[in-house]
């Protein structure tokens, strides 16, 4: 992901100004000793000294003197305050020097150097979470709960040595049943049908039915998402960039697929624990189906803030299904715990990169419309650029006429 899509808004002790250029100056503390009539010397490295940060920020426009005087106010501040820096992030940094000028040439605006020096210890250089990391992290938890449900699920299985043989055949039954059905919806999807199941008696085998159960979600899964072209699946065809779109094709559709039941039979005693892992693997697949939505969601800005809240709220919703089950089957907190935690920890993950994709965007805000126009001209006086006209539609889908917005009308739009 190019850092342009990741920029924050640069600001000191809360007064925010826009960046030409920024350059971080590292150096390292270096105690030199040295010997006489010797050449040479050793180095002792004394770890690294207070980076500088040297920025060109630039204010325009009608009202830049205003803003200039409230900047300057916040540098005159006694003390270190919080530079947000454009890529770091939030740096505690004290102001040094700074050199106002004006030009000639242009007028209603004004270029400041500024140098800043960071005012920590034991900083790392880069410790801001990018996106990109969030997403890592839905992967790593659902590998978690995965993990943590598959253990407790074979333990279970330790006591079925003792059944009887016919509660045993009945559990069979109903195991194969899950994989019968997982060979149905998998052929449902073009590059899920390569997925085959291991010929073994998942009785004395319940790692098999766990390794195979973890297969067929993946390989439906992949066949999903690994050729999914997120603007072709949001606007229906690849000219549609004006379109209103619908996250059906890109969410919808998907959740759907692997919401589908895959055991509905009730015969044997133990039961509960085989439907609460199968609900388990379920919902660590979906949390992964939002995890890759949200991989392509980084590089192509369709889905707006509302559709990746709706994302990671369905995303929720059957996580927290499951974790009801899951405490049903197994009352006691102790037992429980290994798989109720980590699914917890991944519906954190997907709320955590949910909110780092909605941050990349700039803010909502409410803008009125001063003259009757269509879309394509609001676009245009609000950013420049006409072809923006499809985010304000899906950033407003209440439109009904989108080539007649009358006056007044207030819409959604980004600040920038």
């Not at 979470?129 to 992967?139: G, N, T, Y």
């Not at 949390?287 to 890759?292: E, H, T, V």
């Amino acid at each position: 992901m190019s850092w342009e899509q990741t920029l924050l808004p640069a600001s000191y002790k809360g007064v925010e100004f826009e960046v030409q250029d920024i350059e971080d100056d590292l150096d390292a503390a270096v105690a030199v000793n040295d010997y006489p009539y010797r050449n040479g010397g050793n180095l002792e490295d004394m770890g690294r000294l207070p980076r500088v940060i040297l920025v060109s920020a630039i204010f325009y426009g009608d009202d830049y003197e205003e803003r200039l005087q409230v900047f300057l106010k916040a540098i005159d501040t006694a003390g270190a305050g919080e530079l947000v820096h454009p890529i770091f992030g939030s740096i505690n940094a004290m102001f040094l020097r700074s050199r106002i000028r004006h030009r000639a040439e242009r007028p209603d605006s004004c270029s400041i150097e500024l140098d800043f020096m960071e005012d920590s210890l034991d900083r790392p250089l880069f410790d801001r979470v990018l996106p990109a990391r969030d997403v890592e992290v839905v992967e790593e938890t659902a590998d978690d709960a995965l993990n943590g449900a598959s253990d407790q699920f074979l333990i279970d299985f330790t006591t079925l040595q003792s059944l009887p043989a016919l509660v045993k055949d009945n559990l069979s039954d109903d195991m194969l049943n899950v994989m019968d059905n997982m060979r149905a919806y998998a052929d449902q999807i073009l590059a899920a049908r390569a997925w085959v199941r291991s010929a073994v008696y998942y009785i004395n085998n319940p790692q098999a039915f766990i390794d195979d159960l973890t297969g067929g979600l993946l390989s439906r899964l992949n066949g999903i998402f690994a050729p999914m072209d997120l603007h072709l699946k949001y606007f229906g065809s690849e000219n549609a960039s004006n379109d209103r779109g619908s996250i059906s094709g890109v969410w919808t559709e998907p959740l759907n697929h692997l919401r589908q039941p895959l055991i509905t039979s009730t015969n044997s005693q133990i039961q509960p624990v085989l439907v609460t892992h199968v609900a388990v693997q379920q919902a660590v697949a979906i949390a992964g189906a939002a995890g890759k939505v949200f991989a392509l969601a980084q590089d192509d800005q369709i889905l707006t803030p509302s559709d990746i809240e709706t994302i990671a709220s369905d995303v929720r919703q059957v996580v927290n299904t499951t974790l009801e089950q899951v405490r049903a089957t197994y009352p006691d907190v102790v037992a429980s715990r290994p798989i109720v935690e980590p699914l917890k920890d991944l519906a954190l993950a997907v709320s955590d990169a949910a909110a780092g994709l909605i941050r990349m965007k700039p803010p909502l805000v409410s803008k009125t419309v001063d003259s009757p126009a269509n879309l394509h001209l609001l676009a245009f006086r609000w950013y420049g650029d006409y072809d923006r006209a499809g985010e304000l539609l899906r950033l407003n889908p209440e439109i009904i006429t989108p080539n007649f917005i009358a006056r007044g009308a207030i819409l959604r739009a980004y600040a920038a």
